[in-house]
């Protein structure tokens, strides 16, 4: 566990790797290794949050905030009352220790195979606190200290500080440029006879492109092909918080479908645009090998357990079928997507269109995102710049920003592109 960085992109070293390098030599420290080592893969992000022009006004009155996918209007009405009306204790078991519970279970599991045309078993099914967890589970399920996982740049900028955490190791691949599809040669060659992991995000953070069926068919393939050669079965993890946040009807196809040795991680923070409120969970897809399935199936109460009682509490667990149906508003997100994009390309913004998520993804005019950023930041208007996803040329928008701070902030954009 001594390697820094490993990366298959041919690319300079980043604020990660002088980060890591900075975590090795302050080695008279009472943190572990692995501690070091996923705060240093977090250190852009921290840097942002705390100590950068966003830092010192976030909050502030007439900031625009185009950051994190935070929420910036009341919450919705039907997720207030289902809480609420699961607040008062029906017997007084109510508020009693909650595991992955049947009711839920068997709930999401019908739902689930309704969504992906899949027969998932109430037992694929482990509920989770948000996918932050049904990640973290997914990783101690099935992989060992030292296993490579490849994780995609840009992606969210979770997962290496994650993997650090739990001892493996993150094998950055870029996705493929202007389009951000997956890059199958890259992760081919990315592969090593200790690779045990792909991490695929769709609709992907932070591009808003949502993978075809070919090509989750071809990396499917080439996952296929790729453990026969290196006698270990890599797994996928099919990473879909925003699966239902997609826009003109673009179809979802789940790894799932095409790949038996695939994990879901799902969470209902981003639908519910509630993400304090952790619910979401992790399926076992049903076209595993039956003996695998079950393994997996029985193991999941246990290692949840040990890691920390990863489970949703007990009012969000009951709230799970009053949520189903309850999401942002597709329409307003849509229309926020398309006021924002063709405002910005008229200025000669070049944008990604997104197919889902709810950000928007593009090249900062000058070609450095950071002091972009700092110009609108003089402004109070607020986003993301591409140097946290290892893009020092782009920038993300989150469009949970609200429609009067969009309308505030598109003067700033326009005088920022001249
Ligand atoms: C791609 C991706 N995966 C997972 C998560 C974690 O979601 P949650 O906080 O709802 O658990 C996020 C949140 O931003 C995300 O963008």
């Given amino acids: 566990m001594e390697q820094i960085a490993i990366t298959r992109e041919d690319r300079k070293p980043t604020a990660t790797d002088l980060g890591l390098l900075k975590a090795k030599q302050q080695a008279m420290t009472v943190l572990s290794q692995r501690s070091r080592f996923a705060a240093a893969e977090f250190t852009t992000v921290e840097d942002f949050f705390l100590r950068s022009s966003y830092g010192e006004a976030r909050g502030a009155e007439g900031a625009c905030d185009f950051t994190f996918g935070n929420p910036h209007e009341m919450p919705l009405a039907g997720l207030v009352d289902a809480l609420a009306r699961n607040l008062q204790p029906q017997n007084p078991d109510w508020f009693a220790y909650k595991i992955s519970e049947p009711e839920p279970r068997a709930f999401i599991a019908e739902s689930l195979s309704r969504e992906l045309a899949l027969n998932f078993e109430p037992e694929d099914i482990a509920l989770t606190q948000g996918a932050f967890a049904a990640i973290a589970l997914a990783f101690r399920l099935v992989l060992d200290a030292g296993d490579e996982v490849i994780i995609p740049v840009p992606g969210w900028f979770c997962y290496a500080p994650m993997l650090r955490a739990a001892d493996l190791v993150p094998v950055k691949v870029g996705l493929s440029e202007p389009d951000f599809d997956l890059d199958l040669e890259a992760i081919a060659a990315a592969i090593t006879p200790n690779t045990r992991m792909v991490v695929v995000n769709s609709p992907h953070n932070p591009t808003g492109r949502v993978y075809s069926r070919a090509q989750l068919q071809a990396l499917a393939n080439l996952l296929d092909a790729a453990s026969d050669r290196i006698g270990a079965r890599i797994w996928l993890l099919s990473d879909e918080p925003y699966r239902r946040l997609r826009f003109d009807n673009v179809p979802f196809v789940s790894p799932a479908e095409l790949y038996p040795w695939t994990l879901i991680d799902y969470s209902y923070g981003k639908v519910l645009l509630a993400p304090g409120q952790r619910l979401g969970y992790l399926a076992i897809s049903p076209l595993l090998p039956i003996e695998q399935r079950q393994e997996l199936q029985s193991a999941t109460f246990s290692v949840q357990m040990s890691m920390g009682w990863t489970f949703p509490n007990a009012i969000m667990q009951y709230s799970v079928a009053a949520l ?42 000058g070609g450095d995102a950071v002091r972009f950023a700092e110009t609108l930041a003089v402004q109070s208007v607020f986003v993301m710049p591409g140097t946290l996803f290892e893009r020092p040329r782009h920038f993300r928008i989150s469009l949970t920003a609200s429609a009067e701070m969009i309308e505030r902030a598109l003067p700033v954009f326009r005088d920022a592109a001249k």
């Fill in 324 to 365: 189903e149906t309850v999401s942002i508003d597709l329409e307003a997100l849509a229309a926020k997507r398309d006021r924002m994009l063709h405002s910005l390309e008229q200025w000669g913004y070049k944008m990604v269109h997104p197919e889902g998520t709810f950000y928007l993804w593009g090249e900062a005019p």
